[in-house]
């Protein structure tokens, strides 16, 4: 994917603050200390459009930025927040659900940390885009901090947890090495194509 253009279009709270076009959504998913602001500028070979904070859980809004004014990456708010209030994660999460019920998203992309076991939240989250039907591409990032063999290892493990993922929707990344950012890209525009 050749990145013409990016721009950040807004920040929403309710639908009606959503784009109003029928242009394709790709929605990116993970716990508050995943790394997902650094996995879309990665993606877009950027610096800063997504903001990196090092208090995770900054994001407290859906974020729409719109890639070659032909689809959305859209950031919504992670989970597992440490120092948020249950009132809070309520709001936090009627607001999830109700962009969730979104018919122009394509694929969810849930980023798992390589060397953790998932969550019980990163589990709650899978299942939620099972059950909605949404297309789930699963990347575990953070590759580079491991060696070949115990990525393997993890691999193995954390598909034991997911016992219902497609192995060809498990992919690892770095955003230090950018593996396998090019079958990334060929996931995500055929996920485009097909929502077009």
């Known amino acids: 994917m050749i990145i013409r253009s990016v721009k950040f279009i807004t920040s929403a709270v309710t639908k009606d603050g959503y784009p109003q076009d029928i242009l ?5 998913a993970g716990r508050s200390n995943v790394g997902k602001s650094s996995f879309i500028n990665s993606m877009l070979n950027m610096k800063k459009i997504a903001k990196v904070s090092q208090t995770p859980g900054k994001t407290r ?47 969810a992309i849930l980023l798992l940390d390589i060397r953790r076991i998932p969550s ?30 115990q990525i393997l290892k993890q691999k193995k ?31 995500l525009e055929k996920a485009v194509e097909n929502n077009e």
């Open 24 to 28: 394709p959504h790709i929605v990116f």
């Open 61 to 107: 809004l859906i974020n729409f930025f719109l890639i070659n004014e032909k689809f959305y990456f859209v950031d919504i708010p992670g989970y597992g927040y440490a120092n948020v209030s249950k009132t809070e994660i309520l709001k936090f999460a009627g607001m999830i659900d109700e962009y969730l019920q979104n018919p122009q998203i394509a694929l």
């Open 120 to 149: 019980e939240d990163d589990l709650l989250m899978y299942d939620y885009f099972k059950t909605t039907g949404i297309k789930t591409l699963i990347v575990l990032t953070k590759a580079d901090k491991l060696s070949k063999n």
């Open 157 to 187: 493990l954390i598909k034991q947890t997911l016992p219902t993922i497609e192995t060809d929707f498990l992919i690892t990344y770095s955003t230090q090495t950018k593996e396998n950012q090019d079958k990334l890209w060929e996931i």
